[in-house]
């Protein structure tokens, strides 16, 4: 069955760093492309990163370019999201997803499964 399993959130200052972790089972990430997505209760979801498998690109929200670095890790089916420069407006549930195809599309494509959301809260 195929796993997500999000981790490293917590609460940070204003400034601070984070890296968040995807941890993955039931499959390998040689199969499909990770994103990242973030959510705030009243907004829609929003697409934050996302790294393919088969040309190894990445993808960033304009909001948090420059700021933030997401890689995989095969060996240790897993993805990060290394977060830097945190803003309050960085404050949501963030989770990472499977996507149908190796390649993120600027995560324009069908998931095949979502994590259960990590919080991340900047404040100070």
């Known amino acids: 069955q195929v796993q997500l399993v999000e981790s490293g959130g917590g609460l940070v200052q204003p400034g601070g760093s984070l890296r968040l972790s995807c941890e993955a089972s039931g499959f390998t990430l040689d199969a499909h492309a990770i994103g990242w997505f973030r959510q705030t209760p009243g907004k829609e979801r929003e697409g934050v990163s996302c790294?393919?498998?088969?040309?190894?690109?990445?993808y960033y929200a304009d909001s948090m370019k420059g700021r933030v670095t997401i890689s995989r890790d095969n060996a240790k089916n897993t993805v990060y999201l290394q977060m830097n420069s945190l803003k309050p407006e960085d404050t949501a549930v963030y989770y990472c997803a499977a996507l149908r195809s190796r390649v993120c599309f600027g995560l324009r494509v069908g998931m095949i499964s979502w994590g259960q959301g990590t919080q991340v809260t900047v404040s100070s």
């Open positions: 790294i393919s498998k088969s040309d190894g690109s990445t």
